[in-house]
């Protein structure tokens, strides 16, 4: 879809025309965690790292390790990097 042409100022310059795209939204690619990164939460987990650190680490988002952790719980809420990756 088109964006529409509107005016708008900017840092006291005013640009005429400006196309802004209002539902273009762009989305990440989602990828898989691989059996490397999921051992290495369960390592970091068990010597009680945030999942900040546990991200910044293997280079994902937080919001991924909360996902991975919680889907992949045994029933006493424990992760199991195995069970995950089958």
Known sequence: MMGK???RRTA?????NATFAFSQKKHTQMQHLNESQRYTIYRMRKDK????EIARYIGVSQAT??????RNADTRGRYSPKMAQI
């Open 5 to 7: 042409s509107y005016s």
């Open 12 to 16: 006291g310059v005013t640009e005429k």
């Open 49 to 52: 790292k945030t999942q900040s």
């Open 65 to 70: 390790v909360s996902k991975e952790l919680n």
